[in-house]
């Protein structure tokens, strides 16, 4: 993740920055969880409100994560892999105070007041890995992704927007995962259908399925940053009608400091999805489909526009 050099884009990364701290932690029922874990094979990531309650530490190799939202707002985690030995406590630290200063200009108005305030995001900060994590999951919907997961420490955070603007991480949603040096040696899942992720050719999938529970596979066949500076990923969303495609694409539009707060329009389904992985990597993600509008779709700016966008019908 760099700093853009043009204002406008640099406005959206405070905002997205902001995303990236908190402020509240939670106590784990770390014994407890860890023995759910075992048990089922994946890692449950549980949200109440503005949370994630789920386990600090666990093994290397294809992981499965249940996000179980019980909230009344959509949310998703990305995974961001830590450079060096640092974690959480430095995340808060060095990123929270800037990120909240230069938030409380923007809302304001101050643009360049808050701007200056991302001179004093530590070097650090340009060298974290997006890893992966759970795509968009609507209130009261649980959704299961699968990703591969090097040792190392990750931050997972949420950054959809409260109806006020301000990011859901600094609201409680983010959480420091330990990925320790010994494999758990599980095998990535067995798919039913691939879906390509491409800038170049777009997102790539079949025009119609049957319902069923499948499981998807999501190929990144590249990856490239956007102006949000993030990179793609994709999101299953069940559309009421063909006309919501473009409240959904300007809802994702996060350089726009009125998108992407909850609530998401109305006639929407978030049903997960993978979050940005590097170029030549592979995600996967589960979920039951029953008949009705579906698509595929990328959080980017003009995801539409950039065909980072694919509908599907299921009969
Ligand atoms: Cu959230």
Known sequence: MKLNKK?????????????????????????????????????????????????DEIKSGWTTFKYINKSFEPHFFILEKMPDTLGLTTYKKDLFPP???????????????????????????????????????????TSLSTIYLEP???IMECYVRMPN?????????????????????NKPPKSNFKIGISSEQGITFNDSIKSGNYTFEAKFEDQKQYEHLMGHDVNLVKIENDSLVTDLNNWLNIVDFNAFRSPEPEGLLFLGG???????????????????NFV?????????????????TVY
Request: net charge negative; proline share 2%.
């Open 165 to 185: 603007g301000l990011g859901h991480v600094f609201m409680g949603m983010i959480k420091e995962l330990k990925v320790i040096n010994e494999s758990n040696g």
């Open 296 to 312: 595929l779709i990328s959080e980017i700016p003009n995801a539409v526009g950039r065909k980072m966008i694919k509908r599907f």
């Open 7 to 55: 204002s406008s884009l640099l406005i959206f990364t405070i905002l997205m920055l902001l995303a990236l701290t908190s402020c509240k932690e939670k106590k784990e029922t770390e014994i407890l969880e860890n023995e759910k874990a075992s048990e089922n094979n994946y890692i449950e990531v549980v949200t109440n409100g503005m949370d994630f309650e789920t386990v």
């Open 274 to 292: 993978v979050e940005d992985l590097p170029a030549g990597q592979t995600g996967y993600f589960e979920a039951t489909l029953e008949k009705g």
């Open 99 to 141: 990120f909240i200063s230069a938030f409380e200009h923007f809302e304001k108005g101050e643009m360049e007041a808050g701007m200056k305030e991302f001179e004093n995001i530590p070097e650090w900060f340009f060298k974290v890995e997006l890893a992966g994590g759970v795509g968009l999951t609507s209130k009261k919907t």
């Open 152 to 154: 190392g420490t990750y």
